[in-house]
């Protein structure tokens, strides 16, 4: 396939998508090399690196985020950054270990906007940059055959049942993998809740959003039994 790349002054329909730089033959480790020359849509130019999936190559669960945030552009790991310590502790307070999950993004290039003091400003990517970016994630699901996925939040949910989907109508129940999204062995559930991040913004119910993400995170853990 041509690599024809993202260029200045192209619209979101010439976004090239990720497909020509995913390596054929992949390991874990070729996609996070392959990710650093994509150009399937225009975010790598604003981004340190791309930021592949982390975690155990053997894990059960898949949780699903949405991009790399400020701290983990930085790192190139996912879930470095504030919310990640929240996905953390709640994962404990479910009772799964979060060495043993492996958590991913839907898409690999942080997206931002403006700068507060020397803080980039997350900006929520696009349905087409999800798009362009699907294969990737695809490429690590084929790898991973988890048994679960979690989606954090609603860019990782409209990125699987598309732009009408909404968290506060699916989570806490068992989903089935959408039947329009192929992969050779699909995972046998999924599940949505509240991204982490939004247990951050939540001021005075703070603690009620973090005991409903624990509460989904549960469910999890007992799917995975
Ligand atoms: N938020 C996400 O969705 N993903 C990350 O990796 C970090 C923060
Ligand atoms: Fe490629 Fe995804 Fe980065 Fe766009 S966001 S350049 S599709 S890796």
């Not at 010439?14 to 730089?21: E, F, N």
């Not at 400003?121 to 294969?135: D, E, F, K, Y």
């Not at 993998?177 to 913004?201: F, G, Y």
């Amino acid at each position: 396939m041509d690599r024809v790349g993202y260029r200045a002054g192209m619209t979101d329909g010439d976004r090239p998508g990720a497909q020509a730089w995913v390596p054929g033959r992949a390991t874990l480790p070729r996609l996070r090399a392959a990710v650093q020359e994509c150009r399937g849509c225009e975010l790598y130019r604003d981004a340190t690196q791309g930021v592949m999936g982390d975690g155990d190559p053997h894990a059960d669960l898949v949780l699903l985020g949405e991009q790399p945030g400020d701290k983990e552009d930085q790192a190139g790991e996912p879930f470095v950054g504030p919310a990640g310590q929240v996905l953390d502790d709640a994962l404990v307070d479910a009772g799964i270990a979060p060495d043993g999950v492996f958590k991913t993004n839907v898409v690999k290039h942080f997206r931002w906007s403006r700068t507060r003091g020397k803080r980039r400003i997350h900006q929520s990517p696009q349905q087409a940059h999800v798009t362009a970016c699907r294969p990737w994630l695809d490429a690590e699901l084929r790898l991973l055959r988890p048994a679960g996925v979690v989606l954090l939040g609603g860019t990782a949910g409209k990125a699987l049942y598309g732009s009408s989907f909404k968290v506060g109508e699916c989570r806490g129940r068992r989903l089935s993998w959408p039947a329009d999204r192929p992969v050779a062995v699909p995972p046998q559930w999924v599940l949505a809740t509240t991204h982490p991040s939004a247990v951050l913004r939540a001021r005075d119910e703070r603690q009620a959003a973090y005991d409903a993400l624990v509460a989904d995170l549960r469910l999890a853990a007992e799917l995975l039994g």
